[in-house]
């Protein structure tokens, strides 16, 4: 069982930058893929990133490339998504969630097992 809380989120201009982080519980956390996944009113969730469960490999939504960087500290079992040059369309509800031994496909949903309650992204023009 692994339980996730993301947190970090909150009220910026564009043009700022913000760090979201995802904090598990679970002794086997280290086996599971994180991935970051959005979704605004309205709209379907969307894919913003993902980090392979040995942390090798990373992949990201085609609006976020550039912008948006993956990573995780297993010491501490938190994985982070740093967010710069915000948009106001990056404004959503941010969730992370984990894929046991996830490797590939990470971009879709039913990769994953577990899902965080979200935290609210709000970027001002």
């Known amino acids: 069982q692994v339980q996730l809380v993301e947190s970090g989120g909150g009220l910026v201009q564009a043009g700022d930058s913000l760090r979201l982080s995802c904090a598990a519980s679970?002794?086997?956390?280290?086996?599971?893929?994180v991935g970051w996944f959005r979704q605004a009113p309205g709209r379907e969730r969307e894919f913003v990133a993902a980090?392979?469960?040995?942390?090798?490999?990373?992949d990201y939504g085609d609006s976020v490339k550039g912008r948006f960087t993956i990573s995780r500290d297993i010491a501490k079992t938190t994985v982070y998504l740093q967010m710069n040059s915000l948009k106001p369309e990056d404004t959503a509800v941010y969730y992370c969630?984990?894929?046991?031994?996830?490797?590939?496909?990470?971009?879709?949903?039913?990769?994953?097992?577990?899902w965080g309650q979200g935290t609210q992204v709000t970027v001002s023009s």
């Open positions: 980090l392979s469960w040995t942390a090798t490999s990373t």
């Open positions: 969630a984990a894929s046991r031994f996830g490797s590939t496909g990470l971009g879709t949903r039913e990769k994953y097992d577990y």
């Open positions: 679970g002794r086997t956390f280290s086996t599971y893929a």
